[in-house]
């Protein structure tokens, strides 16, 4: 009896207890709702949404990556939940349309992160597609290290039996009902580590519709499902004292001529919006526009994964929970110099500049050969690389300092193509 009281105690101050507000465990599910703009999201009650971000926030976001630029990025539907998952553009983990020709897995999905850092932890995904699975995130596969979710309830698509192919095309309203169901059952009695709910009928209306009141319809049952997930993880967490973080996100917007369209880089389609219930939601978030890949980061920062320094260095997102250095790295060849600067969010301590004008990492998965070219304190805000020869080749530059790391590619010829 005395060794169980004794184990008792141990595990009271090692841990905490739901009754002091301590908490025990942290978990993650991320939800991604197809096609929403900023503006629509705004506009139309959800009520459900904004309970979420009484707790934590909202802020509205963008897809697309940088317009006009080597990491311009379609605003269609599967390059989003890749620049999700991976916290990468179009130009590393390569994916560029609906079809997920030859995505490059040397970028890891969080779910990667997640299983080779803590094996022991629990994943999930609840989808209608399938591909979001199996493609994007490689279940199974060589490349992705023969990544293994220990849930998955997804695939609805393909049971025309369960889910018969209507013309007005309900089905994709049933099966996310259905996803949503089971997510929230499962997230309430299993609770995953890390899961991620992905939901679809919003953008099929938006397809059919445009901006309509099907469309504003459309969105508030999105947020009466969000809800449901909602009251699961609020219940795990009243009940088993676990510390939850919750994103939800959209993956592009639309056209603004008639909304039913999206693909392109109109401000339209790259406004996107996150809401979260994150308490510790830094300026970064709040003063800022972050970007889909800013997830990846925040919930590896909230999980506590520890990234190698090699793939640190490809991450195009930053935290958007607890302190940041620098954040927005822009980097302008000028002739033999390369002029960067960056937006100080905490200004002290030093700044470490790095060049490479290798591309093992995106070629074999290896890190590349980098040299450091300069040190200056993180208030400077900026750094001039002088260089023997005008800028004409690939080269990229990377800015190491007390709390993230940033870093841009320089592509003489101009945008990566797919």
Not at 144 to 157: I, K, M, R, S, V
Not at 332 to 358: C, F, H, M, Y
Not at 384 to 392: A, Q
Request: aromatic share 12%.
């Amino acid at each position: 009896m005395r060794f169980i009281t004794y184990l008792f105690l141990a595990i009271y101050f090692l841990f905490g207890s739901p009754a002091n507000g301590q908490t025990t465990v942290r978990k993650a599910v991320f939800i991604l709702v197809d096609g929403i703009p900023a503006d629509v999201v705004e506009r139309v009650p959800t009520p459900n949404l904004d309970q979420i971000a009484q707790e934590g926030g909202y802020t509205r976001a963008y897809v697309g990556g940088g317009k006009d630029t080597y990491s311009e990025s379609p605003t269609i539907s599967a390059v989003g939940y890749n620049s999700m998952l991976t916290g990468t553009w179009s130009n590393k983990h390569n994916v560029w349309g609906n079809s997920i020709k030859k995505p490059n897995y040397h970028y890891w999905s969080i779910f990667r992160f997640m299983e080779e850092q803590y094996p022991q932890k629990r994943s999930a995904i609840f989808s209608t597609w399938l591909d979001n699975r199996t493609k994007l995130l490689g279940e199974g596969l060589a490349a992705t290290g023969n990544l293994q979710l220990d849930y998955h309830f997804d695939g609805f698509e393909l049971d025309t039996a369960q889910f018969p192919h209507d013309e007005d095309r309900d089905y994709i309203r049933q099966i996310d009902e259905h996803v949503v169901a089971e997510a929230s059952r499962y997230l309430k009695k299993e609770a995953p580590d890390l899961s991620w709910v992905y939901l679809e009928y919003p953008d099929d209306i938006g397809h059919r519709f445009g901006d309509s009141e099907r469309m504003d319809e459309a969105v508030k049952l999105a947020d009466q499902q969000v809800g449901k997930i909602w009251k699961a993880v609020q219940q795990r967490e009243q009940q088993f004292g676990e510390d939850w973080l919750i994103i939800v996100t959209t993956d592009h917007g639309r056209d603004a001529e008639t909304g039913k369209n999206h693909g392109s880089q109109s401000e339209r389609e790259r406004n996107t919006w996150i809401t979260t219930n994150a308490q510790n939601l830094n300026d970064y978030f709040h003063q800022y526009q972050p970007a889909i890949v800013d997830i990846m980061p925040t919930l590896a920062d909230f999980l506590n994964i520890q990234i190698p320094s090699e793939q640190v260095r490809e991450i195009d997102g930053v935290s958007l929970i607890d302190s940041i250095s620098l954040a927005n790295l822009t980097v302008k060849p000028n002739d033999k110099q390369l002029k960067i600067s960056w937006q100080a969010l905490k200004k002290e301590g030093i700044a470490r500049v790095w060049i490479s004008t290798t591309t093992n990492f995106s070629s074999i998965g290896k890190a590349d050969e980098y040299r450091l070219v300069g040190e200056v304190p993180v208030a400077d805000q900026k750094f001039m690389i002088e260089l023997n020869k005008p800028v004409t080749s690939f080269c990229k530059v990377v800015v190491e300092a007390p709390h993230n790391t940033v870093n841009q590619w320089v592509v003489p010829s101009g945008k990566a193509n797919p």
